[in-house]
T-cell receptor
Framework: DTGVSQDPRHKITKRGQNVTFRCDPISEHNRLYWYRQTLGQGPEFLTYFQNEAQLEKSRLLSDRFSAERPKGSFSTLEIQRTEQGDSAMYLC???????????FGPGTRLTVL | DAKTTQPNSMESNEEEPVHLPCNHSTISGTDYIHWYRQLPSQGPEYVIHGLTSNVNNRMASLAIAEDRKSSTLILHRATLRDAAVYYCIRGRTTSGTYKYIFGTGTRLKVLA
């Protein structure tokens, strides 16, 4: 399967703990996006990478959130000092150069107790 | 960025056409309209997209109003596998970033 993969698929953590999610985009897709989706809502944009450069961050991304894409391949999203309001599905998508279509991964569902 | 507006839910009988409406009255001239669908516990899946002209592919058709303030996704013959949440999305470029602005989606129920 050569689609976008995300790991883990599910994460349960206690409030105050740090968590890290990984996204592996489709090979040679230079654009990578992170979205957050809460129950009953559509996904909301969090951040965007073009190759290894993080070009845009939503104001939804508080200072407890950090994302990286070293070497322009996989990406990680870390949440420090998790809060119950962070409980959501975190989706990663990638897109090839010159194309508007985004390919989504299956998401990581985070539950903060 | 203003989101699109969609009905919360719709029902259709199997084998019949389905017309899913979307309102995007504040769309700008360079915003694309994308449609994705999402099954439970899965990421969104691409359906179709367009800018000004109507579009057809193997999955669906997209009819875009002349003033571009609304569009309709058409599934020609609904099957049980088409039951999903359908999102109408504005795709726009701001500060060099092309990103999606999702609406709240329409949950489509297909009746056997």
């Amino acid at each position: 399967d050569t689609g976008v993969s995300q790991d883990p698929r599910h994460k349960i953590t206690k409030r105050g703990q740090n968590v890290t999610f990984r996204c592996d985009p489709i090979s040679e897709h230079n654009r990578l996006y992170w979205y957050r989706q809460t129950l009953g809502q559509g996904p909301e944009f969090l951040t965007y990478f073009q190759n290894e450069a993080q070009l845009e961050k939503s104001r939804l991304l508080s200072d407890r959130f950090s994302a990286e894409r070293p070497k322009g391949s996989f990406s990680t999203l870390e949440i420090q000092r998790t809060e119950q309001g962070d409980s959501a599905m975190y989706l990663c998508a990638s897109s090839p150069r010159g194309d508007y279509e985004q390919f989504f991964g299956p998401g990581t569902r985070l539950t903060v107790l | 960025d203003a989101k699109t507006t969609q009905p919360n839910s719709m029902e259709s009988n199997e084998e019949e056409p389905v017309h899913l409406p979307c309102n995007h009255s504040t769309i700008s001239g360079t915003d694309y309209i994308h449609w994705y669908r999402q099954l439970p516990s899965q990421g969104p899946e691409y359906v179709i997209h367009g800018l000004t002209s109507n579009v057809n592919n193997r999955m669906a058709s997209l009819a875009i109003a002349e003033d571009r303030k609304s569009s309709t996704l058409i599934l020609h013959r609904a099957t049980l596998r088409d039951a999903a949440v359908y999102y109408c999305i504005r795709g726009r470029t701001t500060s060099g970033t092309y990103k999606y602005i999702f609406g709240t989606g329409t949950r489509l129920k297909v009746l056997a």
